[in-house]
């Protein structure tokens, strides 16, 4: 068993030990950022995709970031000499200095938050949402996580719209056939609720333990012709990187993610792995 599996069996599943467990997380992914952003990689700087969740849903833990840090990471950006591009413009032209702006999960205040300061400065973004949870499907419900008026909402604000599948799964423990209906379930409710076409989709969790190459095929099979990972060097097989952009992500850490510090990095998965079906980010 790793370290992070002993770690998890002995505080057990107990919400006071999953607290205790995702501090214990919160806590070393500081501390190895904050190492990693001390020998920033030299080079040329190349097109980056972001991955955000929430801005200022501080329940989303480590993911979240808080409202003013999310504009003072866009400030830098342009005051670094950063153009902000959508996904494909950035993957058709890696070499430009461009920036993809992208949020995972539906969450409320990427809404509230971000989209205003995105629209105040004419900012492309994406967001992957979870087609269950904009039907109620969360555990709590449509408390922190748009539904389908609110994805509207983003729509008609410029934002871009795609899945993150249909229950939050990790697809890495799903055989293929379950791995095949979440992703057609989630495509064919979205697109029959928002009225676009779905052909992107992120992992959920995103991680190279979160996708399979069973769980490509049946990507492909459902439809979708692009993958984002939440990795760069360690993502899947046939999927896009993305750089995972954090709560404690401040300047130094920021501009290091931008420079690739992070590129051979991964987070450990923060939640509980017992029941994939009900986990949360």
Do not use: C
Request: net charge negative; aromatic share 8%; hydrophobic share 45%.
């Amino acid at each position: 068993m790793s370290v992070i599996g002993g770690l998890r069996e002995a505080l057990g599943g107990s919400p006071v030990a999953q607290a205790a467990y995702r501090g214990v997380l919160t806590s070393r992914l500081g501390a190895e950022r904050w190492a990693l952003a001390m020998r920033v990689p030299s080079g040329p700087a190349t097109g980056r995709i972001l991955a955000y969740h929430s801005i200022g849903t501080p329940s989303w833990g480590a993911n979240d970031v808080s409202p003013a840090d999310f504009e003072r990471h866009l400030q830098i950006a342009a005051d670094d000499g950063w153009s902000f591009a959508t996904p494909a413009e950035v993957m058709a032209h890696p070499e430009r200095k461009q920036l993809a702006l992208t949020f995972d999960d539906g969450v409320t205040s990427v809404l509230t938050n971000a989209v205003p300061v995105l629209r105040h400065h004419h900012i492309p973004a994406t967001m992957f949402a979870v087609t269950g949870w904009a039907d109620g499907g969360r555990p709590d419900g449509l408390a922190e996580v748009l539904d389908w008026a609110g994805l509207a909402k983003l729509q008609d604000a410029g934002v871009s719209v795609a899945s993150h599948s249909a229950n939050h799964r990790d697809f890495g423990r799903l055989d293929a056939d379950a791995a095949l209906r979440e992703l057609v379930d989630s495509r064919e409710r979205m697109e029959a609720m928002l009225d676009v076409e779905v052909r992107e989709f992120a992992i959920p969790f995103g991680q190279s333990q979160n996708w399979t190459a069973a769980a490509g095929r049946a990507a492909a099979e459902a439809g979708y012709t692009t993958v984002y990972a939440q990795s760069v060097h360690t993502r899947p097989a046939g999927t896009v990187p993305r750089t995972f952009i954090t709560r404690i992500d401040k300047p130094k850490i920021f501009r290091a993610a931008l420079a690739g510090a992070y590129d051979g990095w991964e987070e450990w998965f923060l939640g509980p792995r017992a029941d994939p079906a009900t986990t949360t980010p």
